[in-house]
């Protein structure tokens, strides 16, 4: 999810102080997130500025790391029969 400057409202999302859910905007305010809550006024600073591309990358190296931990198990079998 891409934030601009302008505020826009997060769908199904829980404001975390007041319960009510479709009342938070996000919003980029010198390159920081931030969501505000127009139900109650809470507002919270989101460090998910890179989190999509670390998750990306995590999940691409486990499934990396599984094939590679898979391979050898099937190579080394046949091998040792
Ligand atoms: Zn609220």
Redesign the pocket.
């Known amino acids: 999810m891409a934030f601009t400057t302008k505020k826009q409202f997060i769908a199904g999302v829980t ?1 975390p ?4 859910m479709d ?2 905007q996000a919003y980029t305010e010198g390159g920081v997130n931030y969501r505000e ?1 127009v ?4 507002k919270d600073e989101m460090r998910l500025a890179s989190t999509p591309r670390e998750l990306q990358t995590r999940v691409n190296t486990d499934a990396a790391e599984i094939a590679n931990q898979t391979q050898p198990v099937r190579l080394v079998d046949p091998k040792a029969q």
């Open positions: 404001c102080k007041c319960a009510e009342k938070i809550c139900s109650c006024g809470f």
